[in-house]
């Protein structure tokens, strides 16, 4: 995506200092949604699991019949509120915008690194490497509401 032209200087400490933030950022919002994509995933499997064994010993225990059908009831109900909380949330898709979000803002910070040790870093460049800034910004925050947007059933 091109970007406007930039009517004014960029301060290279500045830029690299908001990069670095962002990549400070990104990896808590990855880690934290990597996070709860696993505990969502852990406890679904665990209460699939669970719904099943209680639904299938409750034939086998006439005495617990009501207690283990009930409490298959009342895991499946959690089950289907913990779902619909990830599905209005998607922090699986949350977590993957960060990740990509992160490698390219370490790429960025690379090319930064690297043009400012070859001496190439010219006030032009700064201008192309802040308008790639920006766009990695605004790409993720593109995606993330795309991805909290809420869909027709």
Not at 41 to 63: C, D, H, P, Q, V
Not at 72 to 92: C, G, N, Y
Not at 147 to 152: V, W
């Amino acid at each position: 995506m091109k970007m406007a032209k930039i009517p004014f200087d960029i301060d290279k400490e500045f830029l690299k200092e908001n990069v670095e933030y962002q990549i400070d950022r990104m990896r808590i919002n990855r880690k934290r949604d990597k996070s709860k994509t696993s505990k969502i995933n852990l406890f679904s499997g665990f209460a699939a699991a669970a719904t099943t064994a209680l639904i299938g010993l409750s034939k086998y225990n006439e005495n617990l019949e009501d207690v283990l059908q009930v409490s298959a009831l009342i895991i499946s109900a959690a089950l289907t509120i913990v779902l619909s909380w990830d599905k209005l949330f998607q922090h699986k898709e949350l977590w993957l915008i960060s990740a990509r979000g992160l490698r390219k803002f370490f790429e960025l910070k690379e090319d930064i690194d690297h043009a400012e040790k070859t001496g190439s870093l010219t006030p032009e460049l700064l201008k192309d490497l802040y308008a790639r800034y920006k766009s990695i910004l605004e790409e993720g925050v593109d995606s993330s509401v795309k991805c909290n947007t809420p869909r027709p059933v």
